[in-house]
């Protein structure tokens, strides 16, 4: 089973960046999937999830309007468009894989997100 994230990097604040994650191993359209994201001296906070089908979507509250996840069932990948970063956005971000059925649990290996001027 493989998560690989992609997509990180240093963008100044009100910017945006499209975050991929190319899922292997594993029934991709049987899992959701979401991301997380974990802040310097802070808890893993998730960010996103998108239900197997694509159907339904949940944000952290605050997340909502500026962040939008999607996925591609048929290229085993999923995305997090994220616009007008802050700062506060700066953080490694996670791809995750759930299955509700078998509980399985995947991660990947995260990829860097810096927001600053």
């Known amino acids: 089973v493989q998560l690989v994230e992609s997509g990180g990097g240093l963008v100044q604040p009100g910017g945006s960046l499209r975050l991929s994650c190319a899922a292997s191993?594993?029934?991709?359209?049987?899992?959701?999937m979401s991301w997380y994201r974990q802040a310097p001296g802070k808890e893993r906070e998730l960010v996103a999830t998108?239900?197997?089908?694509?159907?339904?979507?949940h944000y952290k509250g605050s997340l909502k309007g500026r962040f939008t996840i999607s996925r591609d069932n048929a290229k085993n990948t999923v995305h997090l468009q994220m616009n007008s970063l802050k700062p506060d956005d700066t953080a490694l971000y996670y791809c995750?894989?759930?299955?509700?059925?078998?509980?399985?649990?995947?991660w990947g290996q995260g990829t860097q997100v810096t927001v600053s001027s």
């Open positions: 995750n894989a759930y299955s509700p059925v078998t509980e399985y649990d995947y």
């Open positions: 191993g594993f029934t991709f359209s049987m899992y959701a």
């Open positions: 998108i239900n197997s089908a694509a159907g339904s979507t």
